[in-house]
């Protein structure tokens, strides 16, 4: 099954802002947008933004998402240690019926 | 507290078969779909399956179709994955997470509640 697409990495500088993107189609982010997960290395995945790019409760307010098209992005400004994780982006695809992936974006903070 | 407490996983031979269950508390539990994501070792998250509320509407990822079976009992706030003709493929991490705010599959919100995850190895 064809996933979403993530870059497999991004660096960024404490206290920078880094811009991590997923790629799908109009059957998946197109069409109902995408949720974003962090995952910590030894540790279940954390849903820190829903389709509808909103925010559960205990997330931060320096975490933003947004969709262009096809296109979904996660922001985090004032990058601090902890947010050295990987990150997923998910989406329902109608064409499929399942859910997909992205393969991942490890972020590291410099 | 909302929690999802997933067993039964363990080390399996090629062929066998294994079923997991997850049981669910802190939430109720037949308010929303329900799904199993697993996690081969060093790889990322692989979505293997989904129901919805009422077990109506189910969906497998290709790689397990036709070898896995999702169900759930409401009434024990439980969730299983049967899964039969294991490889060594199949071999990670199984998750059992929750839908957020939807009781139907193909209204993905996203899974907002994961639980601790059960091991599986498939190895002779």
């Known amino acids: 099954q064809a996933g979403l697409t993530q870059p497999p990495s991004v660096s960024k500088g404490l206290r920078q802002t880094a811009t991590l993107t997923c790629t799908g189609n109009?059957?998946?982010?197109?069409?109902?947008?995408a949720a974003w997960l962090q995952q910590h290395q030894g540790h279940p995945p954390k849903l820190l933004s829903d389709?509808?790019?909103n925010r559960p409760s205990g997330i931060s307010e320096r975490v933003s998402a947004s969709r262009s098209g096809n296109t979904a992005s996660l922001t985090i400004t004032g990058l601090q240690p902890d947010d050295e994780a990987d990150y997923y982006c998910?989406?329902?695809?109608?064409?499929?019926?399942?859910?997909?992936f992205g393969g991942g974006t490890k972020l590291t903070v410099l | 507290e909302v929690q999802l407490v997933e067993s039964g996983g363990g080390l399996v031979q090629p062929g066998r078969s294994l079923r997991l269950s997850c049981e669910a508390s802190?939430?109720?539990?037949?308010?929303?779909?329900m799904h199993w994501v697993r996690q081969a070792p060093g790889k990322g998250l692989e979505w293997v399956s989904g129901?919805?509320?009422?077990?109506?509407?189910?969906g497998y990822a290709d790689s397990v179709k036709g070898r896995f079976t999702i169900s759930r009992d409401n009434a024990k706030n439980s969730l299983y994955l049967q899964m039969n003709g294991l490889s060594a493929e199949d071999t990670a991490l199984y998750y059992c997470?929750?839908?957020?705010?939807?009781?139907?599959?193909?209204?993905?919100?996203?899974?907002?509640?994961w639980g601790q995850g059960t091991a599986v190895t498939v190895s002779s």
């Open positions: 997470a929750k839908n957020a705010g939807s009781y139907e599959l193909h209204y993905f919100y996203g899974l907002d509640v």
């Open positions: 998910s989406a329902w695809d109608s064409s499929l019926s399942a859910v997909v």
């Open positions: 109009s059957n998946n982010v197109g069409d109902q947008g």
């Open positions: 129901i919805s509320w009422n077990s109506a509407r189910r």
């Open positions: 389709r509808n790019n």
């Open positions: 802190g939430f109720t539990y037949d308010d929303y779909a």
